[in-house]
């Protein structure tokens, strides 16, 4: 199956409902990803692109929750009832947030396949100079 850039805002929706966002990706699903770091690899997600003015929060604002650890640049946001990963402002460019494609109304993560990997294990921010 080919997937169309998606132009729109697109609707995003944790599993139990509570949070609905509309987006509109950076460019369609050419951004899908998955990062092997020591949180994404156990979240299993994958990630396509939205530039920070390209997520509308429509409901549910009050229900998402903050996950940050290590540096603190990267901001993960999930259903506080569902627990469902919804998006992410980005570590590697805090100018872009991360979206879950699992959570797109319409899209199957297995039509995404194959899906490249980034390497989170060894990030430039880690590294010392």
């Known amino acids: 199956m080919t997937l169309q850039p998606i132009t729109n805002p697109h609707r995003l929706t944790c599993h139990c409902g509570a949070v609905e966002i509309a987006v509109t990706l950076t460019d369609g699903f050419k951004t899908a ?3 092997d770091c020591s949180f994404c690899r156990r979240r299993g997600a994958i990630a396509v692109s939205a530039p920070l003015d390209g997520i509308r929060i429509l409901q549910g604002a009050d229900r998402l ?29 805090p100018n872009v947030y991360g979206i879950n494609a699992a959570c ?15 390497d989170g294990l060894n990030h430039p921010s880690d590294r010392k100079a």
């Open 104 to 118: 797109l109304e319409g899209i199957s993560p297995r039509d995404l396949d194959p899906v490249p990997w980034a």
């Open 65 to 93: 929750s903050l996950y940050q650890w290590g540096t603190n640049t990267a901001k993960h946001y999930f259903c506080s009832i569902c627990g469902i990963y919804t998006h992410h402002q980005r570590r590697s460019n």
């Open 33 to 35: 990803r998955r990062c």
